[in-house]
T-cell receptor
Framework: DADVTQTPRNRITKTGKRIMLECSQT?????MYWYRQDPGLGLRLIYY???????NKGEISDGYSVSRQAQAKFSLSLESAIPNQTALYFC????????????FGPGTRLTVL | QQQVKQSPQSLIVQKGGISIINCAYE??????FPWYQQFPGKGPALLIA?????SEKKEGRFTISFNKSAKQFSLHIMDSQPGDSATYFC??????????????FGKGITLSVRP
């Protein structure tokens, strides 16, 4: 969905490197989420934010940090990447006033060597 | 602890057949049950959703059946087409408003519809 964009779309990095994944949305939604997808494990929530001043850990936040720079921007950082962080990462948004539908970005494929 | 469990893990159906994907949940406070569809190289997108006040919801060829007492819901795809080949995730959340509103996803199943 072009309303939710993620950069970069693909990234290969080395163990120990710091990397940032960025998410921007033009939907005007207040809530934003970061998920990772692994084969056989489905979608797992890393962090979520219900507004600019609200940041919450998800089920697998260890090794990750986030920053909500503005209502439209939510970044995910890996301070020191490790190989088991190789995965497909998705950003999603939702509108607190219009139900629970989440709108996903196209994903970032991250490979940590 | 996996709160939302999907079955089967993968499914192969012939064109024109019925695809059935099941989902079981544990938390009786869940009150919103969506199905998301994901095509290769794309992010998941909402397909259809149901709330516990109804037992069935139909949108075109897609139907959700909901059994509150069994804590189960299922997705039925009638007249399955090759274009339905995708990964399907069930999810659940509670409540629909408030600070705890976040989705819990199942592990997903891959559906292949053979021509």
């Amino acid at each position: 969905d072009a309303d939710v964009t993620q950069t970069p779309r693909n990234r290969i990095t080395k163990t120990g490197k710091r990397i940032m994944l960025e998410c921007s949305q033009t939907k005007g939604h207040d809530r934003m989420y970061w998920y990772r997808q692994d084969p056989g494990l489905g979608l797992r929530l890393i962090y979520y934010s219900f507004d600019v001043k609200d940041i919450n850990k998800g089920e697998i936040s260890d090794g990750y940090s986030v920053s909500r720079q503005a209502q439209a921007k939510f970044s995910l950082s890996l301070e020191s990447a490790i190989p088991n962080q190789t995965a497909l990462y998705f950003c999603a948004t939702s509108d607190s006033g219009r139900g629970d539908t989440q709108y996903f970005g196209p994903g970032t494929r991250l490979t940590v060597l | 602890q996996q709160q939302v469990k999907q079955s089967p893990q993968s499914l192969i159906v012939q064109k024109g057949g019925i695809s059935i994907i099941n989902c079981a949940y544990e938390n009786t406070a869940f009150d919103y049950f969506p199905w998301y569809q994901q095509f290769p190289g794309k992010g998941p997108a909402l397909l259809i959703a149901i709330r516990p006040d109804v037992s069935e919801k139909k949108e075109g060829r897609f139907t959700i059946s909901f059994n509150k007492s069994a804590k189960q819901f299922s997705l039925h795809i009638m007249d399955s087409q090759p274009g339905d080949s995708a990964t399907y995730f069930c999810a659940a959340t509670n409540p629909s408003t408030g600070a705890n509103s976040k989705l819990t996803f199942g592990k997903g199943i891959t559906l292949s519809v053979r021509p």
